[in-house]
């Protein structure tokens, strides 16, 4: 008899579509309907690290930006530590470490204010440069693309860093570096995410 | 009771059953589709943790599209419905007390949604969004109407099947999944260049839910099944240094 592997296929993706925002930020599509939103505040008010803003807008393939898109951010505290219970650490009370964003409608800007998130161990014991997790869904995107938000203050660690160095093209590297820069004293970091084309941001398949 | 999952690496996704990212038909794809190849990576602990939801973040009748924007003694109009099933991973073990979001056009294909200029009419006592937790088995159920077919600028006589939008976080980050429902018998299925995005037959069955008679609560509302699968994770029989060592 033939041995069979009796496993499940994965649901299909399908794309957002326009109105997500309906379902997973119902404030923006012009209702209210929830007690409250989930994803406006990433890391509480306990939370430990330098607060940091980071903006950017999302760009297609002809250079115009993106105005429906939904970004979701998952990062570690300061300590480099996930508010997962598989992380028997813990973290600061409040601290959830995931975000959800929605673009401006007219002009296609996000943001998003956090603390600037602490190396995280990577696999062989390789430490990675600090990072947030970034998701992506919008109209015409089949399956939420993924990427990484790194900081150009963390040069070396970033140099170190073992999945940046997964990228053979040097020069990808640089589209995951967000820049900081000051604004009343407050860090903000600019990550602006090119879809397709001339400086396409690196998306993985995690 | 079924163990829960063993920490470990995801199963690699398999991006043939999934629509690609360029699909010509679906014309908004051909702008937002990466020109590049995506960079494969091995799980490390970004993506095998995700955030956890609990109780506190959504109240019990957030699954009930009847009532959540209905005036008080008023209902929205259109065909009631249950929709309801499972949320397991490629194991087919349950995902318990995981958030799952639904959005949905109305029976009209109206969304309540600023950006929606259509035709058809806004539903005074429907809203179209809807959240719940999975329960210990990985159960979750919703309350709503049937969403009507709406027309959309892709070709210019382009309809959507009714569909319910799906989003399911699972464990891990890395499980993160958006699809959308459709109804079984539905002859906008198959014209669909969304639905025509899934290269295999067999996924798309996937995403058509069932008529599920045993399900209905009789001279009330009749029911859909629907199940949803989230990527496995290998137990960790061999360790291959996911951390520390």
Redesign the interface.
């Known amino acids: 008899m033939r041995q069979q592997l ?19 930020a ?1 404030g923006a ?3 209210e ?4 939103e ?1 994803g406006w505040d990433i890391v509480g008010p306990n939370a430990k690290g330098e607060r940091i803003r980071v903006e950017g807008v999302v760009t ?3 250079g ?1 930006p ?1 105005k ?1 898109v939904l970004l ?1 951010a ?1 990062q ?1 505290n300061a300590d480099g530590i ?6 028997p650490d813990e973290v600061e009370e409040g601290f ?3 975000g959800r964003v929605i673009t401006n ?1 007219e002009t296609g800007e996000w943001g998003f204010d956090t603390v600037k998130p602490g190396p ?6 390789q430490m ?1 440069a600090p ?1 947030v ?1 970034l ?1 992506i ?10 990427t ?1 938000i790194y900081f150009d203050d963390e040069a070396a660690a970033n140099a170190a860093d073992p ?1 940046l160095n ?2 053979e093209w040097e020069r ?1 590297r640089a589209t995951l570096i967000a820049k900081r820069e000051l604004r009343d004293g407050l860090a903000v970091y600019r990550f602006d995410i090119r ?3 001339e400086d ?7 | 009771m079924t163990k829960p999952p063993q920490p470990g690496d995801f199963y690699q996704r398999d991006r043939r059953w999934h629509p690609p990212a360029l699909s010509q038909d679906y014309k908004t794809s051909v702008a937002r589709s990466p020109k590049f190849p995506l960079i494969s990576l091995e799980n490390t602990a970004s993506e095998i943790t995700g955030p956890v939801f609990g109780q506190n973040d959504i109240n019990a009748t957030d699954n009930d599209l009847l009532n959540n924007f209905a005036q008080p003694g008023e209902s929205p109009i259109g065909e009631r419905i249950i929709v309801h099933g499972r949320v397991l991973d490629e194991n087919a073990r349950p995902i318990p007390n995981t958030l799952v979001e639904i959005w949905q056009a109305n029976a009209s294909g109206r969304y309540r949604h600023k950006k929606d200029t259509y035709l058809g009419a806004l539903d005074p006592n429907f809203g179209g969004c809807g959240r719940t937790l999975t329960d210990e088995n990985g159960c979750y159920h919703f309350r709503t109407v049937k969403p009507g077919a709406y027309p959309w600028r892709n070709w210019v006589n382009d309809w959507r099947p009714a569909h319910i939008h799906v989003s399911v976080f699972g464990s891990g980050f890395a499980q993160r999944l958006i699809t959308q429902l459709y109804f079984e018998g539905d002859p906008l299925i198959a014209r669909c260049p969304i639905v025509n995005t899934i290269p295999d037959p067999a996924a798309v069955e996937m995403l058509v839910a069932r008529i599920d008679m045993n399900a209905a609560i009789p001279l009330d509302t009749i029911a859909y099944r629907f199940d949803i699968v989230l990527r496995g994770r290998r137990s960790t029989l061999f360790e291959n240094r996911l951390e520390g060592n």
């Open positions: 009796e496993y499940l296929k994965e649901t299909p993706s399908q794309t957002a579509g326009p109105y997500v925002h309906i379902g997973l119902p599509a012009g209702f309907i929830y007690g409250q989930l297609d393939g002809t115009s993106v429906d979701e998952w570690a996930y508010a997962h219970p598989e992380h959830r470490g995931w409608f995280v161990m990577g696999r062989g014991g990675m990072h997790n998701w869904v919008a109209r015409g995107i089949n399956v939420g693309l993924n990484r999945v997964v990228i990808r879809l397709q084309g396409e941001t690196v998306f993985f398949d995690i």
